[in-house]
């Protein structure tokens, strides 16, 4: 057999890491599954839940409605819109008559403090939230009866700064919404849980969070946050950082319904994915490059010419890739329909590839149909704008 080239050994690497790194996170997805639940508190905090809300989406009222019907003593939902002729303000005033102005609260406000249009929502619904305790929680999050007492519990230690769930794409039907369930369910989601068990990394996940108010006052209040790409990640680091505070994780894993309508919009997503973590931790997302086991088996399979030891290292490495995918999402996450696209996933690998490459060379993004320019700081300008780094 003839020497490996350098090429060769570099995709090896990455074949190696990146096995390691797929069983270490089924390690971790195994240990946080089986972690003891919080235990219940004797008296039970009110706690208003945050939904900003932007246009129509698919399966809207079940998800709105899911944070309205919480087994929960004392809690109000508060559905925020920056548009008053948003197309969703019907439904949201729907839910408000259903259950009354002291469980659910619609309000419209068009302030813009920032580029960031979540924050932006936010800042007009949170001045009208009635208790220190806090969930945010996005529009297209779908809650079990159970989930607010779930994140509320830990934050009776007054050492933990914030609470998130997990969360997991759900209702994927179109083959590139699958190929979008696969980028978070096997391999987004869990990186998070790896973070969390390990302590590699800072996370905070948006989509499902729990503070408190005088945490966010302390960290500058919720408009600090709106010209931030990742502004949970921000949100995060500064209560970890900034205040000494810690993260937590716990269970359920939440679903967030998935609702891309053509290849090109999913394809401007993956970027987008790709420049949230490039922002938030540049380095690791260099460091990402190691741990891509399925291109870097692809690309030494093709340079030995798809000879025996190429084609062995291939199938090794979608053997590990898929059961390791498999479990996580399948046991790990409840997740079925990951399980039923999981045949995608070494397609979803090799498009992640592009899309990384491309995340990392380019400045812009969209949000709600306008442009941006990403500053080096992970800050949000609008196109035309002076930037600055």
């Not at 490996?4 to 390691?20: D, N």
């Not at 809690?75 to 408000?96: G, H, K, M």
């Not at 794409?169 to 083959?175: D, E, G, L, P, T």
């Not at 096997?186 to 590699?200: H, I, K, Q, R």
Request: net charge positive.
């Amino acid at each position: 057999m003839k020497p490996l080239t350098l090429l060769e050994w570099l995709c090896l690497i990455a074949v190696l890491s990146g096995a390691v790194f797929n069983l270490l996170c089924l390690w971790a997805v195994a240990r946080f599954r089986l972690r003891p639940a919080p235990k219940p508190l004797n008296v039970w905090p009110p706690v208003s839940i945050l939904k900003p809300v932007y246009g129509l989406e698919k399966s809207q009222r079940e998800n709105l409605l899911s944070a309205c019907l919480q087994d929960y003593p004392e809690f109000e939902v508060i559905f925020s819109l920056q548009r008053r002729n948003d197309p969703a303000l019907s439904v949201l005033t729907e839910l408000e008559r259903e259950f009354g102005p002291d469980r659910v609260k619609v309000i419209v406000d068009e302030q813009r403090p920032g580029a960031n249009g979540k924050i932006n929502n936010l800042a007009g619904g949170l001045p009208h939230a009635r208790y220190d305790l806090l969930v945010i929680s996005d529009s297209d999050v779908r809650l079990e009866p159970g989930y607010l007492k779930q994140i509320v519990a830990p934050l009776c230690d007054p050492r933990i700064g914030f609470v998130c769930t997990p969360y997991k794409v759900a209702q994927a039907r179109r083959w590139f919404e699958k190929l979008e369930l696969l980028s978070l369910n096997a391999d987004f989601m869990p990186s998070v849980v790896f973070a969390n068990e390990t302590g590699a990394s800072l996370f905070c996940l948006g989509a499902s969070i729990a503070l408190r108010r005088t945490t966010l006052d302390e960290i500058g209040g919720i408009a600090s946050l709106a010209d931030y790409l990742v502004e949970d990640y921000e949100l995060g680091r500064r209560i970890v950082e900034d205040r000494g505070l810690r993260g937590l994780l716990v269970m359920p894993v939440v679903d967030t319904m998935v609702d891309l309508h053509t290849p090109a919009q999913w394809w401007k997503h993956q970027v987008y994915w790709d420049q949230n973590t490039r922002s938030a931790r540049p380095l690791a997302f260099f460091c990402t490059l190691v741990i891509r086991s399925v291109p870097g088996a692809l690309l030494f399979a093709v340079l030995q010419g798809f000879a025996p030891l190429g084609l062995t290292v291939l199938a090794a490495t979608l053997a590990i890739r898929l059961l390791t995918a498999g479990v996580v999402m399948g046991w790990g996450l409840g997740d079925r329909e990951g399980v039923r696209a999981l045949h995608l996933l070494p397609l979803r690998d090799l498009v992640g590839m592009l899309s990384w490459l491309f995340a990392f060379t380019w400045r812009r993004t969209t949000w709600r149909g306008s442009e941006f320019m990403l500053t080096r700081d992970g800050r949000l300008v609008a196109k035309g704008s002076a930037s600055g780094d």
